[in-house]
């Protein structure tokens, strides 16, 4: 995996998918045809597509990413740009089971203390 505009080199596939900017920035190189290596410069590279964008990120395949909200087509550069502002699910799903249990435990004391608030009020 290649940035094409950064430092450094890029990334290993195996890692997690390193920030995603709101431009096309990351490619796919290729280095060997039929057994034989090949350099090749970035004016070759393909960009990733959208859909390997927001896989990178975590989102699966049933996520709808070419369509708005509103049910308007979304352009390719809107797609690139939207995934470059999201949060990767498997993220945002560890934080939200991490927290959980304090909302939890927040939202019964929460009720316990207005049950014995009202029940002070009519006593």
């Known amino acids: 995996m290649m940035k094409y505009y950064g430092q450094g080199t ?3 596939l195996g890692e997690p998918m390193h920030t ?3 431009l096309d920035r990351f490619g796919l190189v290729t280095v060997e045809v039929d057994g034989q ?3 090749i410069r970035d004016i070759a590279m393909r960009m990733l597509t959208p859909r390997e964008l927001y896989r990178a990120q975590g989102f699966p395949d049933s996520y ?3 369509r708005g ?3 308007r087509k979304l352009t390719k550069a809107e797609q690139v740009r939207m995934v470059g502002n999201s949060v990767c699910p498997p993220i945002a799903a ?3 089971r991490a927290n959980v249990p304090d909302l939890i435990a927040r939202d019964e004391a929460l009720r316990h203390v207005s049950r014995g608030t009202a029940r002070a009020g009519v006593a």
Do not use: K, M
């Open 10 to 12: 890029g990334q290993e």
């Open 20 to 22: 995603i900017p709101t």
């Open 37 to 39: 290596s090949y350099v």
């Open 64 to 66: 709808t990413i070419d």
């Open 69 to 71: 909200a509103d049910g």
């Open 94 to 96: 560890a934080l939200a």
